[in-house]
């Protein structure tokens, strides 16, 4: 599966932004799909995730209640909704797909497989 990630840009501080995971190649629905995120100088850090009929997600403590993931398996894609955005937000998020994913491993980026290119998310104060 090849994965695209879109929607990113500049935005103010308590602003919002939608971002997508576009996916190619093999039946989408049989992928788990995590966003993961990494700001400038530091580690790539595990974001949100959703299991591939959307039935379990999860999410990174510092993005609970403000970030949504969702996916919509029809249009082979992967939604990320990110509300109430804060400076610290700052970072390029990829999309990531696995086909094997064990529900432990989930916010392991070792844990996946197929990674597309990321769009940077900017958030200024």
């Known amino acids: 599966v090849q994965l695209q990630a879109s929607g990113g840009g500049l935005v103010q501080a308590g602003g919002s932004l939608r971002l997508s995971c576009a996916a190619s190649?093999?039946?989408?629905?049989?992928?788990?799909v995590g966003w993961f995120r990494q700001a400038p100088g530091k580690d790539r850090e595990f974001v949100a995730f959703?299991?591939?009929?959307?039935?379990?997600?999860d999410y990174a403590d510092a993005v609970k209640a403000r970030f949504t993931i969702s996916r919509d398996n029809a249009k082979n894609t992967v939604s990320l909704q990110l509300n109430n955005l804060k400076p610290e937000d700052t970072a390029v998020y990829s999309c990531?797909?696995?086909?094997?994913?064990?529900?432990?491993?989930?916010?392991?980026?070792?844990?996946?497989?197929?990674w597309g290119p990321g769009t940077l998310v900017t958030v200024s104060s």
């Open positions: 190649g093999r039946t989408f629905s049989t992928y788990d």
């Open positions: 959703i299991r591939r009929r959307g039935g379990n997600t």
């Open positions: 990531a797909a696995s086909d094997t994913m064990i529900w432990s491993n989930r916010a392991n980026e070792d844990g996946y497989r197929y």
